[in-house]
């Protein structure tokens, strides 16, 4: 049956069509058709009288009165929705109406205000005919995706199967026949393809793939991929075309042989992006200087502009990291082998050599194709604890001439940054640690050290490097962008510290501010939750055509050099800085400008958002899975967060997040108190709120959909709660909101 989508009433459009697909239903037809039920069925009773007053539809006379430009032959009504299906040469979106297949429907990129769609989304339009035929079109709504593929668990139900769904936000199953079972039983993990028909009746579906069974911790990873929507296998002409490449030779490149850049990476990476040198400046013209070396893949010379690589690239956007898999931008042949910076041969690179003074600031910069031979491959774990004076066997000849020069540079670019002043959040990282057979076997915080800081201020440098150069040439530069933050959430931040006794004003802020903030919270308890406030209170940063500055790193200008083999962004840059400076072929394409740089611009960020939610979700499934059998055990943690629904939790020890349901707090109606972040009974008036202490027992691991349960053994209120509860005593007697749900009986040991 048709769903709401996020809890709200179905478009004027999606009504129509239902009703244009079943003439004979009345308007009780159309709500338990969509679901609906409290303000939401209110709402849609609402609009059906409007649809019904300007005469669009007729409920009453059980059969569908569409307005006359609706039945139009001559062409399409002047709003319509409209499915995005290619990009032409100048980088507009070409659009489809169902109702006139064939019209051509231009959307130029210009008329666009923030993200563009891509391809496959639907859009809600304004129409315009067009002198000489077709039409343009107006973007009014970007409508949510249709679900035309579901991954789940089957489970028996009567002579056939039932799918549940593996997104925990879905609500709506499916039948599966026997028929269409494809020889999954009852237990398996499958994806399935939504079968359209009438939906009064519960929606159908049918097995395309056996994904595995929910035991199976690679099965978690390859459903999240595929709900993801995430390509997985390579085109044979992508696989043909890396399995031909072979390596180059030092014809029309720089030697950087001689040089003794080293990678260092994580002990798990198997891509190397990035090698690294340093030593001090021999000039007399710049005491205290530094000259660095920073060797990128050249990516660009083996994935050409439209060949199968380029397209394979740009499809996936990025790498995707897993905690048992990576599904690489690239074949493995090239991401793992032939243009990664590997210590055991020479290595294909884009090269930028800097100069910085005493202040690290960037006095020139020269961009470099070249040959080079990696000196070694070390991890941040070797070279910081060379750094401390423990070196190995890879480490000690490196020690003098290679690691000590980067930690000076290091420390001068550092100290540049704080005198410039950036957000530093330093939020816990979890790392889930795998046993040799592929399951979870434990939790940690992943820890930062100073290499992985030396690591990222030399990728800084070389990214602001690459978008100085790219403006000094009047080329274009597919930027990384971060946009101030917007002053509501301020608001809402200012608003959120207050509540905690901590005084900070909403007013405009540098970046710095932010630091300053939590440098002073450094020893408050609750300093993490607050750190992702702060983060929550941020713009994300994307990548666009045009530059508006890096707020969170408080640069000018900024763009990403340094990752070709796991960034398609990174590719479109190296290839506008062999155009801009002459470096030899495979240059940035004609026409990569503009409007065309704008949508791919737009769909690169769209790639990484699905990329961060997959990794997201696949932490959360190998999370329940490690704690399944761990139901019953008690824990300690913090509340992070109160919803209508619930509470949730942080574990203390593995930084796990689950749930405590609403009905689970006692025999009390809980409503939300929205200022003060908590969930406050109205009959006895106690309080559950953000940053209160607890014990929670698990009470349900569920591996499928990444969800923990628990149930609260113990709690102490935190100042917000305090204040919800001090609220509720004032207020007691008046009426505040709706009713919400009846909990159940009182628990024990509570204080």
Not at 94 to 116: K, M
Not at 136 to 142: D, G, I, Y
Not at 276 to 292: K, S
Request: overall charge neutral; hydrophobic content about 40%; aromatic content about 6%.
């Amino acid at each position: 049956m048709p769903r709401a989508v996020e809890g709200n009433v179905p478009t004027r459009e999606e009504v129509l069509r239902w009703v244009e697909a079943h003439p004979e239903a009345r308007r009780t037809d159309v709500l338990e058709a969509f679901g609906v039920a409290g303000q939401e069925k209110v709402a849609l009773k609402r609009l059906l009288r409007e649809l019904t007053g300007d005469g669009e539809i007729d409920l009453r006379r059980r059969k569908p009165r569409p307005k006359p430009e609706r039945k139009a032959v001559e062409g399409l009504p002047p709003v319509a929705v409209v499915e995005v299906v290619a990009i032409d040469d100048e980088g507009d979106l070409l659009l489809r109406a169902a109702e006139l297949p064939d019209a051509r429907i231009l959307l130029p990129t210009e008329s666009l205000e923030g993200t563009a769609p891509g391809i496959g989304d639907r859009v809600l339009a304004r129409l315009r005919r067009q002198y000489g035929g077709g039409y343009e079109a107006r973007v009014l709504k970007l409508l949510p995706k249709e679900a035309r593929e579901v991954v789940g668990v089957l489970e028996p139900a009567g002579d056939g199967l039932r799918l549940r769904a593996a997104d925990r936000k879905a609500k709506t199953e499916y039948r599966i026949a026997a028929a269409d079972a494809g020889g999954a039983v009852a237990g398996d993990v499958v994806r399935c393809a939504v079968i359209p028909g009438r939906r009064l009746a519960l929606p159908r579906a049918r097995v395309v793939e056996r994904l595995g069974r929910p035991d199976d911790p690679r099965v978690l990873s390859l459903m999240v991929a595929v709900q993801a929507d995430l390509p997985i296998a390579f085109s044979p002409e992508a696989l043909e075309q890396a399995a031909r490449a072979v390596p180059v030779g030092i014809e029309g490149r720089t030697d950087l042989r001689g040089f003794d850049l080293v990678t260092i990476d994580g002990e798990d990476a198997r891509d190397f992006d990035d090698a690294v040198w340093a030593e001090a400046d021999g000039d007399p013209a710049n005491p205290g200087g530094h000259r660095l070396l920073v060797a990128i893949a050249d990516v660009a010379w083996y994935v050409r502009p439209g060949d199968a690589l380029d397209r394979a690239a740009q499809e996936r956007g990025n790498s995707v990291y897993f905690p048992d898999r990576v599904i690489p931008m690239l074949p493995e042949a090239l991401s793992n082998d032939l243009c990664s910076l590997r210590p055991d041969g020479d290595r294909a690179c884009m090269a930028v050599e800097m100069r910085i003074d005493r202040r690290g600031r960037i006095l020139k910069h020269r961009f470099i194709r070249g040959l080079m031979r990696s000196r070694a491959r070390l991890t941040y774990e070797q070279v910081q604890a060379a750094a401390e004076g423990r070196t190995d066997e890879a480490t000690a000849p490196l020690l003098q001439r290679v690691i000590r020069p980067l930690y000076a540079a290091y420390e001068v670019l550092a100290a540049a940054r704080r005198r410039r002043g950036t957000i530093e959040l330093d939020l816990p990282e979890r790392r889930v640690f795998l046993d040799e057979a592929g399951r979870p076997a434990a939790i940690r915080k992943r820890e930062r050290l100073a290499s992985h800081m030396l690591i990222e201020e030399l990728m800084i440098a070389a990214n602001v490097a690459a978008a100085e150069a790219l403006e000094a040439a009047g080329e274009i530069c597919l930027y990384r962008v971060h946009d101030k933050p917007d002053v509501a959430r301020l608001e809402a931040l200012a608003q959120f510290l207050e509540r905690l006794g901590i005084p900070w004003s909403a007013a405009a802020h540098r970046p710095g501010d932010f630091t300053r903030l939590l440098e002073q919270l450094a020893d408050h308890e609750l300093r993490d939750m607050i750190a992702g406030f702060v983060l929550r209170s941020q713009a994300q940063a994307v990548y666009h055509a045009r530059n508006i500055g890096h707020f969170g790193l408080n640069l000018k200008r900024y763009a990403h050099f340094t990752s070709p083999i796991r960034r398609y962004s990174d590719l479109v840059v190296h290839r506008a800085l062999i155009r801009a400076f002459w470096l030899g072929a495979c240059g940035l394409e004609p026409g990569m400008e503009g409007r065309r740089l704008d949508e791919l611009a737009g769909h690169i960020s769209r790639c990484e958002r699905r990329a961060m939610e997959a990794e997201r979700r696949a932490v959360e499934r190998y999370v329940a899975l490690l704690m399944a059998d761990s139901v019953g055990a008690v824990f300690a943690g913090r509340v992070t967060g109160a919803q209508r629904f619930g509470l949730f939790v942080t574990l203390d020890d593995s930084g796990a997040d689950g749930l405590v349901p609403v009905s689970t707090l006692g025999d009390d109606v809980f409503l939300l108190d929205e200022r003060h972040h908590a969930l406050v009974g109205q009959r006895w008036g106690e309080a559950f709120g953000i940053g209160d202490v607890v014990r929670v027992q698990l009470a349900e691991a569920e591996p499928v959909t990444g969800q923990l349960s628990f149930r609260l053994e113990e709690h102490e209120r935190a100042p917000g709660a305090e204040l919800a509860r001090a609220a509720w005593r004032k207020d007691s007697g008046k009426t505040r909101g709706r009713p919400g749900r009846r909990a159940g009986p009182p628990r024990s040991r509570r204080r």
